[in-house]
């Protein structure tokens, strides 16, 4: 996993969306500092312990988080009201950061995920 792959696909936007996706890329930096960025499924990723944790995309109209996980969306309902979701990704304007505390509970239903394997 590379930092610079990262670095390269932000490079790619256009503004808004760069400047939206590093402030999520910073958000979760500073909720798991130890993760690891590169590229999974062709788009930024981070891993703790081996792990996709979090990761995010960039599309014409609308950025998306991706939890990496299918089932972690459908436990956050109330929180997610007003967002487009699917299985596997949360839609968000390109011009608005997802709130850090969402950020932040998205990221911990993933873990519990994971250490509950």
């Not at 999520?24 to 930024?44: D, S």
């Not at 850090?100 to 911990?108: C, P, Q």
Request: proline residues 7%; charged residues 30%; without cysteine.
């Amino acid at each position: 996993m590379s930092r610079r792959e990262v670095d390269e696909y932000l490079a790619t936007l256009d503004e808004p969306k760069r400047r939206t996706l590093q402030a999520l890329r910073r958000t979760i930096h500073r909720l798991e500092p130890k993760a690891q960025e590169g590229i999974a499924y062709g788009a930024p990723a981070f891993r703790l312990d081996g792990h996709v944790i979090a990761g995010f995309a960039a599309f014409k109209d609308h950025l998306s988080y991706l939890p990496h996980s299918g089932s972690v969306l459908r436990q956050l309902p109330d929180e997610l009201v007003g967002y487009t979701t699917s299985t596997g990704a949360l839609q968000f304007p390109i011009d608005r950061p997802l709130p850090s505390a969402l950020v932040k509970k998205l990221i911990a239903i993933r873990l519990r995920e994971i250490r509950r394997r």
